[in-house]
């Protein structure tokens, strides 16, 4: 944020009144670790520990202020609210406003599956264009969401809220904190089924990210999914179509963006001519992603399409814009952590790690992606063999334990010779994995790695819900060949 006087700033929070011309910013932290000189340290209650706890720390590290519901025992001006988390809300919306009044844009985007992917790659595509905002890893949630917004300031030009959802009005919320130029629904899986209880009662959450446009914003819809392309009543906006194929364009769109001509390499990265069409103008550009899986195909149309229409915003879209998109889709990494993370061990022995979160879609995208790999690997190394390490996909209600032997099973069929199966749903895993013939090991996140004896020939995946904590199978493993050299 912008720096703001202490009285100004007890204003925006709806704190109680406080007096002075002392500094504070730019930035807002909750976390002590991560302030700087003159940050706003906002102190929120957390199940294991109470931030306000740590105001003397946030103190020593350099804050400027504390935002609570309580006064602590840091010398510091402390902005006293009712609700911490509410506080932290009008902080954001008024930067937002504020940022937005002088032609900042907004992108929002929400979906079942790939919201951290896309988001990673549309900041990268965006930032060609302008100074760019966007979320670290998942902050998609209430807290997460008005912190990211908290970092625009005077100098930015776009930010990218990710934004998740538990239940109904959750997402209207989070549009009230940042409200969308640009608004992108992704798609509607079977994440959090057991919340929603349908995929319907899901899209009619999701929905709600097209509702909060305005009629000169953009919405942004999957052509290839009919509940996402069913919010297109919704939306009072424009409509930008994306779909990550040729068979679902939509020629009656004022945006679409399409794939085709799709190949992929030996470790499922995948290259594709990029199709875009506005009015009567059609460009087309080549695009070869370093990112892992044919979901990545989908996660980068959709991106040139939220940006495309952001663009729009400012100025007219060309062939120059399409080639400056495609190029940076050909640059763009994945900036967040264990998500199709590609790590290689010094004897050969391959790990992804795509465990930050599971449900069934990303489980079969993951499969799908990683059972590739085995078929091209085992053509130049008929010795490779594939290890999926598998956990809960938290959060699917009654279908879980059907869910979780069919995971099982995608990870035999896929081609997996061994299936090590961890958490509450590990004989379900199993199960499945064990009808497709796969080799089954049930145990602990723990014990994971001493089940088996690790060969440079090895690909293995990591796949879980982020509750299991599965990367220490990764570092146990790679310790493991450390220890031995």
Known sequence: MRTVDIATLSRIVEAEPVDGCAQVGPDVVIDTRKVTPGALFVAL????????????????????????????????????????????????????????????????LTGSSGKTSTKDMLAQVLEVCGP???????????????????????????????????????????????????????????????????????????????????????AVLNAADDLVAGMAARTRGHIAWFSPDPDHRRRDAEIEVWAESITS????????????????????????????????VANAVAATAAALAALELNSAVDENTVGRIATALSKAVSRSAMRMQLLERADGLVLVEDCYNANPDSMAASLTAMGHVLRSRRVTDPSTRGIAVLGDMLELGDDSARLHV???????????????????????????????GAHVIVTTVDEAAGSLSWTSHDVVLLK?????????????VFEEREAQA
């Open 45 to 108: 209650p957390g199940s294991k520990a109470d931030g306000h706890d740590f105001s003397t720390d946030a103190q020593d590290a350099g804050a400027a202020a504390v935002l609570g519901t309580r006064t602590t025992d840091a010398q510091l001006p402390h902005l006293v609210v009712d609700d911490g988390q509410a506080g932290l809300s009008r902080l954001a919306r008024h930067v937002v406003d504020t940022e937005r009044a002088r032609g900042m844009r907004t992108i929002a």
């Open 132 to 218: 760019t905002v966007a979320p670290v890893g998942s902050f998609n949630n209430e807290i997460g969401v008005p912190l990211t917004a908290c970092r625009v300031d005077e100098k930015t030009a776009f930010l990218v809220s990710e934004m998740g959802s538990r239940g109904r009005g959750h997402i209207a919320w989070l549009t009230s904190i940042v409200a969308p130029d640009v608004a992108m629904v992704l798609n509607v899986g079977t994440a959090h089924l057991g919340e929603f209880g349908s995929r319907e009662g899901i899209a009619e959450a999701k929905g709600e990210i097209v509702e909060a446009l305005s009629p000169d914003g953009w």
């Open 265 to 296: 390499d030996d470790l499922d990265r995948h290259s594709f001519t990029l199709g875009v069409r506005r009015g009567e103008s059609t460009w087309t550009s080549p695009v070869q992603l370093t990112t892992m899986g044919a979901h990545q």
């Open 406 to 436: 069919e995971s099982g099973r995608r990870a035999g069929q896929a081609g997996f010779d061994v299936v090590i199966a961890v958490g509450d749903q590990a004989e379900s895993i199993a199960a499945g994995a064990s009808a497709e």
């Open 464 to 476: 879980a819900s982020r509750g299991l904590a599965l990367e220490r199978v990764g570092r146990a």
